[in-house]
């Protein structure tokens, strides 16, 4: 079923001359209307009209995270703030954050993506989603909350953490689909199975979107397994509204980016040139409707790549593969590049390790996996022990090539965080 059939399987031509249409209403809204990107256009001589097709985009500059920074607060707005019904800001590490404003048109067709994303997955009015994503400045539960509402929905807007409550709330009210981020759910799917529920017997949950930080296949397979339910993949970012830029259908199988609302290019990273579809790289993004704050190839850090075939379920706006991690997520181990979502894949493949890992670095040289396992595996015997480290150092060694320090940690020993885990602790001091 579709949320909207004629938007979500809009035959590829039609969708580039809309795409183009849009494109062309963005640019003059932002040259007319923002400064910032006036004076960027004309710094390279180009004018609104010089835009003629959908692949001209690539002569116009990008938008980073610096320039939202530099702008911050008010500065990208191409509508006046009176029009503004709503500000989220977006986890910065450190200082001021980015700050996003919507219209209240902005906040519509947010959720309008929303309702299509969950319809797509099979949810429908009769369904109870627990929304365990954090509610405030962060867009992740409240973005979700607008589009379920659409949809018609019961939602639970029950926030992360104080599981105990969170099962009692599954319990009461029939909770057939959670929002939440896949960290909080191998905790919670681990606490279930701890306190003896059996997920088909005593739960309703037919699905999960899992989404906010970077996970692996592996993650969802063992999360599934656990909950017995469907985890789909949710991908978005404040800068972009939030969730429900690119979703899963139910073929799982890479996420669905809604290109009638963005233009989805891939670059590398370091010569900024555009890549082909089915090639790696970091995601750039062009909203196509926002009226606020539009963004004019915004770069997102994230790592992933278009898949190049059509997708079985009759949808035509492409999809983007798993993220595989964000630029600045990599790190360097004597001398090799290694993303954080390699260990974790070897981690959550491996039998007997639990649901949370740590990576510490504490030199160019030297990284440490801080992992917990299996209750079972701390029987007092030193052999299981041994025998489980080696498993572990020597998995890592084949997929990362080189060889990490592994300590094995007993279940609940790291911090389970309620937003965004923190997984990499980085003590180097270079
Ligand atoms: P925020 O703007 O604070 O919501 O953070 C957005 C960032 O979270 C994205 O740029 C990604 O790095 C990450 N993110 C969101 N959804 C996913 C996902 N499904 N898989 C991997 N990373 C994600
Ligand atoms: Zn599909």
Redesign the pocket.
Known sequence: MFWNEELETIKASTLKNLQLKRLRETIGRVYFNVPFYRDRFQAINIKPEDINSVEAISRLPFTTREDILNNYPTGLLAVPRDEMVRVHT??GTTGKPKAIFFTKSDIDRAADLIARCLVMTGMRKNDVLQNMMTYGL???ALVMHYGAEKVGVLIVPAGPGNTERQIMLMKDFHTTALHITPSYALYLADYIKTKGIDPKRDLFIKRAY??????SEETRKKIEEMLAIDVY???????MN?PGVAFECEMKRGMHLWEDNFIAEIIDPDTEEVLPDGTKGELVLTTLQREGMPLIRYR???ITLIIPEQCACGRTHRRID??FG?SDDMFIVKGVNIFPQQIENVLMATKGVAQNYQIVLESLDNLTVRVEIARDLFDGNVTHLVNMQNKIVEALKKELLVKPKVELLEPGTLPVSEGKSKRVIDNRTL
């Open positions: 977006s986890s962060f867009t992740g899992l989404g906010a930080e970077p996970y993949n949710s991908y978005g970012l404040s800068e939030g997102t850090r994230d798993r993220i964000r």
